[in-house]
């Protein structure tokens, strides 16, 4: 896998020098500004030029690379990516899409939205489903995957009314888009082996996922501070400790490091902004992967063909459902 770096020469082709192996498959490309944590996205969109963010994109629509990652300010991505790349025809809010630690045999779920837009209508959130069944089957190998919708209970009378419609709506979506629905599903469900895809809003994704990391690094700090308060306590750390090492990579948050744009014509990967080169590494290695299964062109087809579904439902009436008939596999 060959790489362009994108950022100032000065900074970075020292460390370059460093790894001598890497220097001959890694393409520096200067930028002479960054964008900060503190820019608003509108203000990048119209004076970004020149940062490292607008040339990672830059390279993706020049078909120069095939997936960008990138630490930076999210909001600023999500302008920058949807300003150069522009969404997929049909899509009407792109979403965030994060990997879950879980009970499942793979050893993760999939959420989504996580942060591209704090609200989502009943259309947005059946396109999310949609998406994130394609995402399933491509990233997580997963021929069928089961979408649950997150309400805050699992009973139909309850949730908002954008929730309540498409849960009425979700299973003539699921007969289209190849994916088993089963229902809403709680907060508990998250990492259960119960559903595959997690299907919110953003803003509920995104407090949900920082709650989520807290956590998990809350208990390895507790983990710490008991098996290290006494002699007999890193005794027992160390007669424990293949099985801590086990818990540890199980919980860690850097593992499933990267949130994936989704609905855009380009794969774009966030890693989180405080990622060390643990959590980039698999940040890279997941865009690696969507780029290796073509999953955006993949991710086009399935959603032009839910399009197309939705559309001839709506002219012949309730109960029409309609199949790929290409035998895809987005």
């Given at each position: 896998?060959?790489?362009?770096?994108?950022?100032?020469?000065?900074?970075?082709?020292?460390?370059?020098?460093?790894?001598?192996?890497?220097?001959?498959?890694?393409?520096?490309?200067?930028?002479?500004?960054?964008?900060?944590?503190?820019?608003?996205?509108?203000?990048?969109?119209?004076?970004?030029?020149?940062?490292?963010?607008?040339?990672?994109?830059?390279?993706?629509?020049?078909?120069?690379?095939?997936?960008?990652?990138?630490?930076?300010?999210?909001?600023?991505?999500?302008?920058?990516?949807m300003?150069?790349?522009?969404?997929?025809?049909?899509?009407?809010?792109?979403?965030?899409?994060?990997?879950?630690?879980?009970?499942?045999?793979?050893?993760?779920?999939?959420?989504?939205?996580?942060?591209?837009?704090?609200?989502?209508?009943?259309?947005?959130?059946?396109?999310?489903?949609?998406?994130?069944?394609?995402?399933?089957?491509?990233?997580?190998?997963?021929?069928?995957?089961?979408?649950?919708l997150?309400?805050?209970?699992?009973?139909?009378?309850?949730?908002?009314?954008?929730?309540?419609?498409a849960?009425?709506?979700?299973?003539?979506?699921?007969?289209?888009?190849?994916?088993?629905?089963?229902?809403?599903?709680?907060?508990?469900?998250?990492?259960?082996?119960?559903?595959?895809?997690?299907?919110?809003?953003?803003?509920?994704?995104?407090?949900?996922?920082?709650t989520?990391?807290?956590?998990?690094?809350?208990?390895?700090?507790?983990?710490?501070?008991?098996?290290?308060?006494?002699?007999?306590?890193?005794?027992?750390?160390l007669?424990?400790?293949?099985?801590?090492k086990?818990?540890?990579?199980?919980?860690?948050?850097?593992?499933?490091?990267?949130?994936?744009?989704?609905?855009?014509?380009?794969?774009?990967?966030?890693?989180?902004?405080?990622?060390?080169?643990?959590?980039?590494?698999?940040?890279i290695?997941?865009?690696?992967?969507?780029?290796?299964?073509?999953?955006?062109?993949?991710?086009?087809?399935?959603?032009?063909?839910?399009?197309?579904?939705?559309?001839?439902?709506?002219?012949?009436?309730?109960?029409?459902?309609?199949?790929?008939?290409?035998?895809?596999?987005?």
């Open positions: 896998m060959d790489a362009i770096l994108h950022g100032d020469e000065a900074v970075l082709r020292p460390l370059m020098a460093r790894h001598a192996d890497l220097s001959a498959r890694v393409t520096l490309r200067h930028a002479e500004r960054v964008v900060t944590m503190h820019d608003k996205p509108a203000q990048i969109m119209r004076h970004g030029q020149g940062t490292s963010m607008f040339s990672t994109i830059d390279a993706v629509k020049d078909g120069e690379a095939s997936a960008a990652v990138s630490c930076g300010n999210t909001g600023a991505l999500m302008a920058v990516s300003l150069r790349l522009r969404k997929l025809p049909g899509v009407n809010r792109p979403a965030i899409a994060c990997l879950w630690p879980s009970r499942n045999p793979g050893g993760f779920n999939l959420m989504l939205d996580v942060g591209a837009d704090v609200k989502a209508e009943a259309d947005d959130l059946l396109q999310y489903a949609v998406m994130g069944a394609s995402y399933a089957r491509n990233g997580l190998a997963l021929k069928r995957p089961r979408i649950g997150l309400n805050v209970g699992t009973e139909e009378h309850k949730g908002r009314v954008e929730l309540k419609e849960h009425d709506r979700m299973a003539e979506v699921a007969k289209v888009s190849d994916f088993d629905y089963v229902g809403f599903v709680e907060g508990g469900d998250l990492p259960s082996d119960r559903v595959d895809v997690i299907v919110t809003d953003g803003f509920t994704g995104n407090v949900a996922l920082k989520g990391e807290g956590t998990a690094k809350l208990i390895s700090d507790f983990m710490k501070e008991a098996f290290g308060a006494g002699i007999m306590s890193k005794f027992a750390a007669l424990a400790m293949n099985s801590l086990r818990l540890q990579k199980r919980i860690d948050p850097r593992r499933v490091n990267g949130g994936v744009f989704l609905g855009l014509n380009g794969t774009v990967v966030k890693s989180h902004g405080a990622a060390d080169e643990t959590g980039v590494a698999a940040a290695g997941l865009a690696h992967q969507l780029a290796q299964v073509r999953f955006i062109e993949r991710l086009a087809a399935r959603v032009a063909s839910a399009e197309r579904a939705g559309q001839d439902a709506a002219q012949e009436g309730p109960g029409i459902a309609a199949g790929t008939g290409d035998g895809s596999t987005a």
